[in-house]
């Protein structure tokens, strides 16, 4: 079947169960036809079954997660231009990473270089832009709390960024 995706249909069409079963590692079809370079078989695929495009592995990887890994140029614009992968652009994979986080964690080259500007103009963001978009504007202490220093706010503002829950707890 190697680089013959226009008997994907037909095969689908004899066992569309296919389409939602994963391997071993969790992997879909769509992880194995990026996995292995087969973008048209991902073409093929997603103009019938778009509604599992957003499903992850067992690392939390979506497929866009894994073209940016491979850094594929072609796969990631194709996906980017689909509305339905659009809407989750920003979701991130079991580690908390977005796939511009996975990105900047492979080898920096123009060809990445050139790829992570294709995602933060498709509106892709870093995980940690996503945590401060979420982080509550002000912060409410308790009461009978003591004053702090700059640094103890500090340290309190970027522990309430970073989402994590103050709500009950003794800072002193």
Do not use: W
Request: glycine share 6%.
């Amino acid at each position: 079947m190697k680089g013959r995706h226009e008997v994907i249909p037909h095969l689908v069409q004899a066992c569309p169960e296919s389409t939602r079963v994963k391997a071993e590692e969790g992997e879909t079809i769509l992880h194995l036809c990026v996995k292995h370079s087969r973008l048209m078989s991902v073409v093929e695929l997603l103009s019938d079954y778009m509604e599992f495009v957003h499903s992850k592995d067992n690392n939390g990887n979506t497929i866009l997660h894994l073209a940016a890994m491979l850094q594929q140029e072609e796969t990631i614009k194709f996906l980017l231009s689909k509305t339905g992968v659009r809407e989750k652009v920003n979701s991130t994979n079991g580690n908390g990473f977005t796939a511009v986080d996975v990105l900047e964690h492979c080898p920096r080259d123009l060809k990445g270089m050139k790829i992570q500007d294709i995602m933060l103009e498709a509106g892709v963001q870093r995980a940690r832009g996503l945590q401060a978009d979420l982080a509550p504007a002000s912060v409410n202490f308790p009461k009978n709390t003591r004053a702090r220093t700059s640094s103890q706010n500090i340290s309190l503002r970027s522990m309430a960024i970073n989402g994590i829950c103050l709500v009950g707890d003794s800072l002193e």
